[in-house]
């Protein structure tokens, strides 16, 4: 069964930067030949969708973020890492790496457990 | 890009039916049959319920179901039961490689 873990720091200063990594077990990011993402879920409150990326390094991002993300690869590692700089406190939420489905366009059919993110000094 | 509308809640007793509603527009809901569902229940992460407006993924069972007219699309629960009380939450693809998802609506089941 696919498993999605994602990993990184519960804590991070204001104007920082925010690394994130989601280690893949029982499915290659490679021979899946589908997208993996993260989203993101401030505490009470919806879904935002963040950036998603191919095994090639193909990604997409969320317009609204764009600035301030980078979502990375590491196929021999079977991981995909997010990258968020210039923290503040809105970025203070649980962060979920996610699996597409077969068709990018679909939605996200796996997800991890999520980890919390505190913004704080 | 803005999020889509859905009822902050709705409720039902068991053995009714329930139908969410996702607002949007013609430049993600209207304008593309990808509209997904999301069950959520408390301390977990979203499950997939729908996809592709209409489609259930294996093991979802068939008391639920998509669809869509115009730019608002809906989920429709039928044969409530306790377990279904969570909260659920519409995505659509938005164009240009991008998503995005309503605020979310909590099922109450009486």
């Known amino acids: 069964q696919l498993q999605l873990q994602e990993s990184g720091p519960g804590l991070v200063k204001p104007s920082e930067t925010l690394s994130l990594t989601c280690s893949v077990s029982n499915d290659s990011i490679i021979t899946s030949r589908r997208f993996w993402g993260w989203i993101r879920q401030p505490p009470g409150k919806g879904l935002e969708w963040i950036a998603s990326i191919y095994y090639n390094g193909g990604a997409y991002y969320n317009p609204s973020l764009q600035s301030r993300v980078t979502i990375s690869v590491d196929t021999s590692k079977n991981q995909i890492s997010l990258n968020l700089k210039s923290v503040t406190a809105a970025d203070a939420t649980v962060y979920y790496c996610?699996?597409?489905?077969?068709?990018?366009?679909?939605?996200?059919?796996?997800w991890g457990q999520g980890i919390p993110v505190a913004v704080s000094s | 890009q803005s999020a889509l509308t859905q009822p902050r809640s709705v409720s039902g007793s068991p053995g009714q039916s329930v139908t969410i509603s996702c607002t949007g527009t013609s430049d993600e809901v209207g304008g593309y049959n990808y509209v997904s569902w999301y069950q959520q229940h408390p301390g977990t992460p979203p499950k997939l319920m729908i996809y592709a407006v209409t489609r259930r993924p294996s093991g979802v069972p068939d008391r639920f179901s998509g669809s869509k007219s115009g730019n608002t699309a809906s989920l429709t629960i039928s044969g409530l039961q306790a377990e279904d009380e969570a909260d659920y939450y519409c995505?659509?693809?938005?164009?240009?490689?991008?998503?995005?998802f309503g605020g979310g609506t909590t099922l109450t089941v009486l």
């Open positions: 996610v699996r597409h489905t077969g068709e990018y366009r679909s939605g996200f059919d796996s």
């Open positions: 995505s659509s693809y938005a164009g240009s490689y991008t998503f995005v």
